[in-house]
């Protein structure tokens, strides 16, 4: 994308400002950067990936939102988990199979934001669920 010249313009201004930043930045470092962005990218999609399993699970057991978002949002975390395993192929061959694993789980969370927006939870169950849950406490 840019040539070294501009890489080297761009080292050399950062560090004039700042004396530590040589200390940062060297062959090593640079060798690791894609690697170590990698892995972060592994770690996130890990944690999105377990969240949406578990609020797609607590979605199918609750009675507030229809348990097909819950079933939809549960399949998006396994996309996300697949995509984190897809890293182990090469990087060509995922950018053409990323769009194809994440569909579901976007489709999952926009089709959730959408309906908590525009139709919410039923209101009705939720204050029935608080009171059987009230009398079980009072009891």
């Not at 169950?125 to 009171?131: F, M, N, V």
Request: hydrophobic fraction near 50%; aromatic fraction near 12%; glycine fraction near 6%.
């Amino acid at each position: 994308m840019y040539d070294d010249e501009t890489n080297r313009r761009s080292v050399a201004a950062v560090s004039s400002q700042n004396w530590w930043f040589p200390l940062f930045i060297n062959h090593r470092w640079r060798a690791l950067c894609p690697i170590r962005h990698r892995a972060l990218r592994n770690d996130a999609r890990r944690c999105v990936g377990f969240h949406c399993l578990i609020v797609g699970y607590l979605l199918f057991r609750s009675t507030f939102v229809p348990r097909i978002l819950g079933v939809a949002l549960a399949i998006g975390g396994l996309g996300y988990l697949a995509n984190m395993f897809a890293t182990a192929i090469p990087p060509a061959i995922e950018g053409h199979i990323f769009p194809y694993i994440m569909l579901p789980a976007g489709i999952a969370e926009i089709a959730l934001t959408l309906w908590l927006i525009i139709r919410g939870v039923n209101v009705l169950r939720w204050k029935e669920q608080a009171s059987t849950l009230e009398r079980l406490v009072k009891a």
